[in-house]
T-cell receptor
């Protein structure tokens, strides 16, 4: 069983729609959760972090965490073509430990 | 602040040759990571340093990969001898806090092609 699993996609949404990206993780002891965006040929960049159950909003992005279901998601409202990228979910078990990354979900926003 | 610096950006070598990558983290970041990202996959941790000590190298193929961070600042990752399956992007990242509690900052990566 993989530490972190994501639907590889591709996911296509029209411009202005809500994009929903999902991630599940295997270790119930995981404590820190991150979403990274990676444009083709570029390195990952951090867009959201979440540590407790519930929602966390930052601009057009909302991260949702449900530890009981071992599920973390990222919602992108009012999707723009510039949001087209691969979104990586990363999970850390404990402070000081490594991140485990999913394989990423490819998102395409269609103008 | 300056970001994580990596060099070279690209490298093409023949199998069985050796190669080295260099990374300079963000100033003041004590924790440094080397990740391997194979095309279509997520990054996989190779080694984590805290200052000049190794925290985790459990996924580093030690028969061919080595890494050092002698003065607790910049770091070098070496592969000797390289195999075809080592073709990947090698990403260096750093964080202020151990475990990257606020997330990592990645460098631009080194794209290695082994032919």
């Amino acid at each position: 069983q993989k530490e972190v699993e994501q639907n590889s996609g591709p996911l296509s949404v029209p411009e202005g729609a809500i994009a929903s990206l999902n991630c599940t993780y295997s270790d119930r002891g995981s404590q820190s959760f991150f979403w990274y965006r990676q444009y083709s040929g570029k390195s990952p960049e951090l867009i959201m972090s979440i540590y407790s159950n519930g929602d966390k909003e930052d601009g057009r992005f909302t991260a949702q965490l449900n530890k009981a279901s071992q599920y973390v998601s990222l919602l992108i409202r009012d999707s723009q073509p510039s949001d087209s990228a691969t979104y990586l979910c990363a999970v850390s078990k404990n402070t000081g430990n490594q991140f485990y990354f999913g394989t990423g979900t490819s998102l395409t926003v269609i103008p | 602040e300056a970001g994580v610096a990596q060099s070279p950006r690209y490298k093409i070598i023949e199998k069985r040759q050796s190669v080295a990558f260099w990374c300079n983290p963000i100033s003041g970041h004590a924790t440094l990571y080397w990740y391997q990202q194979i095309l279509g996959q997520g990054p996989k941790l190779l080694i984590q340093f805290q200052n000049n000590g190794v925290v985790d190298d459990s996924q580093l193929p030690k028969d061919r990969f080595s890494a050092e961070r002698l003065k607790g600042v910049d770091s070098t990752l070496k592969i000797q001898p390289a195999k075809l399956e080592d073709s990947a992007v090698y990403l260096c990242a750093s964080s202020l806090n151990p475990g990257g509690g606020d997330g990592y900052t990645f460098g631009s990566g080194t794209r290695l092609t082994v032919v």
